[in-house]
T-cell receptor
Framework: GDSVTQMEGPVTLSEEAFLTINCTYT??????LFWYVQYPGEGLQLLLK?????DKGSNKGFEATYRKETTSFHLEKGSVQVSDSAVYFC???????????????FGTGTQLKVEL | DSGVTQTPKHLITATGQRVTLRCSPR?????VYWYQQSLDQGLQFLIQ???????AKGNILERFSAQQFPDLHSELNLSSLELGDSALYFC????????????FGPGTRLTVL
């Protein structure tokens, strides 16, 4: 079945450092790929998405490129801030389920801590 | 704020009891999804409803059931609760049956004692 693998956390960085959180996936067909962010005590917020190979999703300085050849969707940011401290989830969307439905399959999440 | 609302925010109950979690989707969204987030299982898809009908089913226990009403709000019913059911339960919504972008509510934290 479909699966998403993320790098283990926590990732601890100093403010203004470069961020990479690795994400690889296994899926049949052509899934859409997402990054969601969860701040402490809150729900999941959509950060960015990409729907086909070589698409780049971007938002709030974060970027990720859909790489079909390496089945990857790594999240990057050039200069992190303390306010970026959160848990980041990589996810894929599987369609064509019985009944014509749709669901998200998530990775385990990577906690990011940014220090001054 | 995603526009998806969930009530209650917190729920504490005892083993063997039954609870109902409520979700109101974003205005205009026809699809509602339920997910469970626990420390050992991570984020797991439970079930999807589209315009009142069940469309996809995931790792949902037989003790759990859901429905979507004509006004499009949804309820997740959890019965014969066990300690292991303690988790965060998220609702998400999207405009259409196959639209892949889902918008999440703030969640209901269930504690079973």
């Amino acid at each position: 079945g479909d699966s998403v693998t993320q790098m283990e956390g926590p990732v601890t960085l100093s403010e203004e450092a470069f961020l990479t959180i690795n994400c690889t996936y296994t899926a049949t067909g052509y899934p859409s790929l997402f990054w969601y962010v969860q701040y402490p005590g809150e729900g999941l917020q959509l950060l960015l998405k990409a729907t086909k190979a070589d698409d780049k999703g971007s938002n709030k300085g974060f970027e990720a490129t859909y790489r079909k050849e390496t089945t990857s969707f790594h999240l990057e940011k050039g200069s992190v801030q303390v306010s970026d401290s959160a848990v980041y989830f990589c996810a894929l969307s599987a369609q064509g389920l019985t009944g014509g439905g749709n669901k998200l399959t998530f990775g385990t999440g990577t906690q990011l801590k940014v220090e001054l | 704020d995603s526009g998806v609302t969930q009530t209650p925010k917190h729920l504490i109950t005892a083993t063997g009891q039954r609870v109902t979690l409520r979700c109101s989707p974003r205005s205009g969204d026809l699809s509602v999804y339920w997910y469970q987030q626990s420390l050992d299982q991570g984020l797991q898809f439970l079930i999807q409803y589209y315009n009142g009908e069940e469309r996809a089913k995931g790792n949902i226990l037989e003790r759990f059931s859901a429905q979507q009403f004509p006004d499009l709000h949804s309820e997740l019913n959890l019965s014969s609760l066990e300690l292991g059911d303690s988790a965060l339960y998220f609702c998400a919504s999207s405009p259409q049956r196959r639209t892949d972008t889902q918008y999440f509510g703030p969640g209901t934290r269930l504690t079973v004692l």
